[in-house]
């Protein structure tokens, strides 16, 4: 007797053009929700006018999203925010890795001994999305809410990740990516890219040398899985003035053997400093 046909869940239309369009109301709702993400507050008005919608759309929208818990206004400020239940769901997608979990004394412990802020980042649609941080207590100091997306050529965690591409995927990402230039710094020719990758896979540290953002200085590397593979990357990120070109090696150091601890724990055989 044949087993019953189980039900998968969606319509037998499910692959034609038709049933592959967004739905408008929703998509409208996710990128409003993705707005507010990237910004620390916004007024509807301020809101209507980033998106270019009428604000009564955009009330009626932040209104359902509200009675959800998905955002929630300030009455004083009458400024939106992201709300607990976008918090709730953004943690389920931290919970899938480990990494995460594992990283926070292990940062906390580099902020301790490099004095600058400590980052965790992952391969996120060939960008960096920053997952966690522990920041320095210094009133100058690099700040990446998590959630914060940035290109991976000009990023220290991403430069990281990148040294360890296959050559194939290398070479699909400098063909299909926007190697946008930064700062006069920024690394944007495919050589040159290859060759630091090159340099970054024989130290095993990347560093961000005011690429991104003028001032700034990032120290990374990567933290590797059982096979291998590049899951996440950390760094220690600060102001040049403090993170000059003479502490990169000390800090390079601190932060791989982070890195090193962090792969161990997910099965990687790395080195082990008390061997």
Not at 10 to 33: C, G
Not at 92 to 100: D, K, P, Q, T
Not at 156 to 170: T, V
Not at 178 to 187: A, C, N, P, Y
Request: charged share 25%; with cysteine.
């Amino acid at each position: 007797m044949q087993p019953p046909l189980r039900k998968k869940g969606r319509p037998k239309a499910f692959n034609s053009e038709a049933s592959t369009n967004p739905i408008q109301s929703l998509d409208r709702a996710l990128v409003v929700l993705e707005t507010l993400g990237m910004h620390s507050g916004l007024t509807l008005s301020e809101l209507a006018d980033e998106l270019d919608q009428s604000p009564a759309t955009m009330y009626r929208v932040l209104s359902t999203l509200s009675a959800r818990g998905f955002v929630e206004t300030d009455p004083q400020t009458q400024e939106w925010h992201i709300g607990p239940v976008s918090f709730r769901l953004g943690s389920a997608f931290l919970r899938r890795s480990s990494v995460v979990e594992r990283a926070r004394p292990v940062m906390r412990k580099l902020v301790e001994a490099t004095g600058e802020t400590a980052n965790l980042g992952i391969e996120k649609d060939n960008r960096v999305m920053f997952v966690s941080q522990v920041e320095t207590h210094e009133s100058i100091r690099a700040f990446f809410p998590p959630g914060t997306q940035s290109q991976m050529h000009a990023s220290g965690i991403g430069k990281a990740l990148l040294s360890l591409f296959p050559e194939r995927r290398m070479d699909r990402f400098l063909r299909e990516q926007q190697l946008t230039r930064f700062t006069d710094k920024t690394l944007s020719d495919p050589d040159t890219i290859r060759a630091e990758m090159a340099k970054a896979r024989t130290l095993g540290y990347a560093v961000d040398d005011e690429e991104k953002n003028l001032g700034m200085r990032c120290v990374a590397a990567p933290i590797v899985n059982f096979y291998g593979e590049a899951v996440a990357g950390i760094s220690v990120s600060g102001p040049v003035s403090r993170l000059t070109t003479d502490r990169i090696p000390e800090v390079a150091a601190l932060v791989s053997e982070a890195a090193q601890e962090l792969s161990r724990g997910l099965g990687a055989d790395t080195p082990n400093s008390e061997d």
